[in-house]
Structure formats: structure tokens, C-alpha cells
């Protein structure tokens, strides 16, 4: 019962969660210790790259949105630039699991926002794969070969107003292999 008054809930609410922890460890379950409740994934995108016009006036105008577990994230835009090292970085706190991202690449225009394709899939513009928590080690699903957390991950669209995106999923700690920018750091092209 201290456990659950800790982490979780205003005093008058004690009772309730006091019985419904007996009840689930009553019934063969456990309580999530700390560690096992809470973990953030972080998606970090650093560079950007058209390889074809963007934008028909001049140079791209790139923002990204990244959803995490159901979150929306916008950046900012960064105008007037077709190669971008933005360095944007999307946290979400999340349960351990298997939890779905999206990454989008937009070109901000003054009517409105064109999806960039950075997806190789015919018709598929955007990055939709998974993030695996339910383990020690922590795993990106969904593209042709696993990616292990901290990996530097490149993908390029195949169709018009397309970029090659660079970036890396991590949990808990900002990118954790070793020579992986981090936040801030500047990140150059091969």
C-alpha cells in the first residue's frame, strides 16, 4: 500500500487503489515495480535531404511531425533550406511494450503543408514502424532488417517531393551507441 501511495494519487483515492492492488496481487497479479512502469522513448531526427524540388517557389521549408504511442509532435520549421541537421528531439514516457511511431516530413507552404516522401513503399510517404520495450533490450520493428535502439537509421523516398532522412529511436537516455550524435550535436552526411 505505501508503494501505491508514492506514485500514484491524491489521498482520498488511497482506499480505492489500496483494494484494487490486493485484489490484483489477490488474484496471482503483481504490482509494476517503478522501473518496469515508466520508460520514454526518444526519436531524433538529424538530417534532412531533398533530392528532388520541394518546394516550386525555392528551397524547402521542412518541419516534422513524429507521433509516439498516439502523441503528436510538431518541430519548428526551417525555412528556405533543401538539406536540413536539425538535431529534433521527440520524447514520449510510455509503459514498457511494443508502442507504434510515425515520422512525417512536412514542406511548410503559405496555403498548405505537402507530406515529403521518405518512404521507399510506393503510395507511402511516411515512416510507420515499432518501438519493442517488452524486453532488456529495446528494438525498432517494421523496416526490412530489426534495428537495434541507438542505431543510425537512413531512409529515402522513391517518388516525387522526395528527402532522405536520417535519425536513431533510443529509450531512457538520449542516443546511447557509441559516435551517435547527441541533442545538439551536428550530424554529417555520408
Request: charged fraction near 25%; include cysteine.
Amino acid at each position: 500500500v505505501m508503494f501505491v501511495r508514492e506514485l500514484c494519487c491524491p489521498i482520498r483515492q488511497w482506499p480505492l487503489v489500496a483494494a484494487a492492488g490486493a485484489l490484483l496481487i489477490g488474484l496471482g497479479g503483481t504490482l509494476p515495480s517503478a522501473a518496469e512502469a515508466q520508460e520514454t522513448i526518444l526519436v531524433m531526427i538529424g538530417r534532412v535531404q531533398a533530392l528532388d524540388k520541394i518546394d516550386l517557389t525555392g528551397k524547402a521549408d521542412f518541419l516534422a511531425r513524429v507521433t509516439i504511442a498516439g502523441e503528436t509532435f510538431v518541430s519548428p520549421v526551417i525555412k528556405g533550406q533543401d538539406v536540413i541537421e536539425p538535431n529534433w528531439l521527440f520524447k514520449k514516457t510510455v509503459g514498457p511494450g511494443l508502442h507504434n511511431v510515425k515520422i512525417e516530413i512536412l514542406d511548410k507552404d503559405v496555403v498548405k503543408q505537402d507530406l515529403v516522401d521518405i518512404n521507399r513503399v510506393k503510395n507511402k510517404r511516411d515512416l510507420d514502424f515499432q518501438v519493442d520495450l517488452r524486453k532488456s533490450s529495446c528494438v525498432v520493428l517494421g523496416f526490412s532488417d530489426p534495428y537495434t535502439c541507438g542505431d543510425q537509421i537512413r531512409r529515402a523516398g522513391g517518388e516525387t517531393k522526395r528527402a532522405e532522412i536520417t535519425f536513431f529511436v533510443d529509450r531512457d537516455t538520449p542516443v546511447t551507441a557509441q559516435g551517435a550524435p547527441k541533442p545538439g550535436d551536428l550530424v554529417k552526411g555520408k
